[in-house]
């Protein structure tokens, strides 16, 4: 296939048993016939996006054959950074997954397809067979991956090198990003994916010039409840453009106004919706020790109970690391139980409970 790819593919190995397992698999289903399509489902997206975290998700909720090149490279003890092994090994489960496909079988591959057209190939073989194919695309901003490479470091383990910040740019650099036209050309996934899955979809990113007429309509959606999506020093009569540079400016802890410390802005998209949003303060005010926190965020009101509260504070913390907060102050509020259950599941200590001077109790969590 003509790809547009580097040989840094790396997601981290779960056992030694990814070659025996997948034709044990191929064994037993080859002993019955279906009258199911069979459908592909490719995750695609950069080193450290979290493709290995959704397709064994998918694999285990929809009970699919997922195929991982790493996991094989590391069964057969090949450095991961050999990238013919790495093509031939591709091939092979390219075969393998043809013929699951034909017999039906739910077949997940996660191999960064980088380029669009080695998406368009596998689509339209898996096409010629009969079966559906979903793309599911992982986005993140290179500091997010850098940080998470950073935490894995497997490639230094099964490698002959570690993984560099310089080839995370350059992957960036060379990857082709799915747009609208191409999302249009595959099928819905099969179910609506459990929290779990969706969550790991999502991507914070800055707001850009196009996201005006969305990121308007979340601050109108919020303001029912009481919250600021683009911040209480936005207002409606702002030029776009002059917004965007006060939170450029408010990054680098520019020109701040008096009760302000620098902070990183960011929206939370899935596909190409804004569903949410993020404001991660680098320092913290008398206001924000007591209850306020280093990270504020919010989920739109049409897109809740999906996962993605918890996978913007998860993301939120990568960034927050990033910026030098080794221990990370979370607040919400007493009665929210949903947003205490998220903070406690990823390591939120509770400290004590305050009373806001709304009156509002507020409970104050420390994550490491």
């Known amino acids: 296939m003509n790809k547009a790819r580097s040989s840094l593919h790396t997601s981290r190995p779960f056992g030694a048993n990814g070659c025996r397992d997948t034709y044990a698999i191929l064994a037993r289903v080859s002993n019955r016939q279906s009258a199911a399509a069979g459908r592909l489902i490719i995750v695609s997206g950069l080193p450290g996006a979290g493709k290995t975290t959704l397709a064994r998700q998918v694999e285990r909720d929809l009970g699919a054959v997922r195929f991982c090149p790493d996991e094989w490279m ?27 496909l034909e ?38 901003p290179v500091r997010v991956l850098w940080a998470r490479v950073q935490d894995r470091d497997i490639e230094r383990e099964l490698g002959h090198r570690p993984l560099t910040h310089a080839d995370l740019e350059d992957c960036a650099a060379i990857i082709q990003r799915p747009d609208a036209e191409e999302f249009a050309l595959f099928d819905p996934p099969l179910a609506t994916p459990t929290a779990a899955v969706t969550s790991i979809i999502l991507r914070l990113r800055p707001l850009r010039v196009s996201d005006e007429m969305s990121a308007r ?32 400016q408010l990054r680098r802890g520019r020109e701040l106004p008096p009760d302000r410390v620098p902070a990183t802005f960011l929206v939370a998209v899935v596909g ?9 303060r680098h320092e913290l005010t008398p ?17 809740r109970r999906r996962g993605y509260a918890g996978e913007i504070l998860r993301q939120a913390l990568v960034i927050a690391r990033a910026e030098g907060v080794d221990r990370v102050l979370v607040t919400c509020d007493d009665d929210n139980v949903a ?23 507020k409970r104050r969590y420390w994550i490491a």
Request: glycine share 10%; aromatic share 8%.
């Open 74 to 100: 590391a069964d057969l003890k090949i450095d991961l950074f050999d990238r013919g092994a790495r093509e031939r090994i591709e091939q092979l489960q390219w075969r393998l997954a043809q013929r699951l």
């Open 103 to 140: 017999l039906g079988t739910i077949v997940v591959i996660e191999w960064g397809t980088w380029g669009r057209a080695e998406r368009d190939a596998l689509r339209e073989r898996a096409r010629d067979i009969g079966a559906a194919v979903e793309l599911h695309f992982l986005d993140a």
């Open 217 to 248: 309509a979340a601050h109108d959606e919020l303001a029912a409840d009481d919250f600021s999506f683009l911040l209480d020093s936005w207002h409606p009569a702002e030029e776009w453009i002059a917004y965007l540079e006060r939170l450029r």
């Open 272 to 280: 190409s919706d804004i569903v949410g949003r993020v404001s991660i």
């Open 287 to 303: 206001f924000l020790a007591d209850v306020g926190g280093h990270i504020g965020y919010g989920v739109r009101p049409g897109y």
């Open 339 to 361: 947003s205490s259950q998220a903070i406690e599941r990823l390591g939120g200590v509770l400290e004590d409970v305050r009373v806001a001077q709304n009156g509002v109790r």
